[in-house]
């Protein structure tokens, strides 16, 4: 089940059971309204473990419908402290909250990919298409070519002789990589420290999944959730493999009587001084979830400025780029031309 289906799913679930309605019945009653197969599938499931017993939370992670640990959590401690479409609302909050960020930021590197595909468009179309037609040319005249010109039609040989095998080349190196990201766990850790140390690009991963993982976790404060049950699910809830580590570390440093904000100062790469000084303030006035929740709010407005930021910076980079790219292709064939018709004067 997609995030989207989910969402629609627990805020239908949060409606229905706010008015009276019991949860075998809610579910069934979203099961008639559901039209994708593989999502009727899953609510079956739900609906035969509830029948049996079995706890909304738990139903939800035996059906393989793919729901997030935090927010199977937040439902099970409502289940448990009898405020469950109290529960189903915040979870659908936070769900709707993530993706917003994450279209915003998809939506910021959007416009970058388009300029960079549409140069190499316009760059592959003037080498292939247009270049060969004066090659003939050239070749008959008795003139010197330019240096970006003679370099041009190096590239264009290469392309024309080996561009089948190139292409290949690369499908395969990236099918590799893709596997090899996929299974080693070393390997997928290594590329995810260094996208995160990265300038640009980590920064803008740091702040989106600080939010992420400090919203579940002020949300199960609330609900009184203990604090190293809490960055387990912290833990397992991320994709990244260096805050999966650091999490589970701070844990097991946790259980032993550490603060948080100690114990995530050994990681001042992915956690910021401001976030650690945050918790800190939040451990000394017994008011930690506030602080979380505080966290979030600062970071999704740096995220949000950031990426404004980016979109504004990156802009005239871009066309300076596709210009320089496409105008030196575009001098390549227009100055063995000019030199054509000079000779031809004479």
């Known amino acids: 089940m997609n995030k989207k289906s989910q969402l629609h799913f627990m805020s239908r679930c949060a409606a229905l059971i706010e008015a009276g309605i019991s949860l075998a019945e809610t579910v069934e009653i979203i099961l008639h309204m559901e039209k994708i197969k593989k999502n009727i599938k899953i609510l079956e499931k739900i609906k035969s473990s509830i029948e049996k017993g079995i706890s909304f939370s738990k139903s939800l992670t035996l059906s393989e419908g793919k729901f997030e640990n935090n927010l199977i959590s937040i439902i099970s401690y409502g289940e448990s402290a009898g405020t469950l479409p109290l529960s189903l609302r915040q979870a659908t909050i936070n769900m709707e909250k993530k993706d917003d960020l994450k279209r915003k930021i998809v939506g910021a590197l959007i416009y970058p990919a388009f300029i960079a595909m549409a140069t190499l468009g316009m760059a592959l179309f003037l080498v292939l298409y247009i270049f060969p037609k004066i090659i003939p040319l050239l070749s008959s005249m008795n003139i010197a070519l330019p240096l970006m010109t003679r370099a041009l039609r190096k590239v264009y040989l290469i392309l024309s002789e080996y561009g089948i095998w190139i292409a290949l080349i690369i499908v395969i190196l990236s099918a590799i990589f893709y596997l090899f990201f996929k299974i080693k766990n070393k390997f997928r850790n290594k590329i995810q420290i260094f996208l995160l140390i990265s300038p640009i690009l980590g920064e803008l991963i740091i702040k989106y999944t600080i939010s992420n993982f400090s919203r579940s976790i002020g949300t199960l404060l609330e609900y009184g959730q203990s604090l190293p049950d809490i960055l387990e699910h912290a833990s397992r809830s991320t994709s990244l493999i260096p805050y999966t580590k650091a999490l589970r570390i701070c844990k097991e440093e946790v259980i032993r009587g550490v603060s948080l904000s100690e114990s995530m100062s050994s990681f001042k790469t992915i956690f ?19 602080m979380f929740k505080n966290i979030v709010h600062i970071y999704e407005e740096e995220l949000d400025y950031f990426i404004k930021k980016l979109g504004t910076a990156i802009e005239p980079i871009l066309m300076i780029l596709m210009g320089l790219v496409v105008g030196s292709i575009a001098l390549s064939i227009i100055l063995p031309i000019y030199e054509i018709t000079n000779h031809l004067g004479r």
């Open 272 to 290: 910021p001084p401001l976030m650690i000084d945050m918790i800190a303030i939040g451990e000394k006035t017994g008011l930690l979830s506030t």
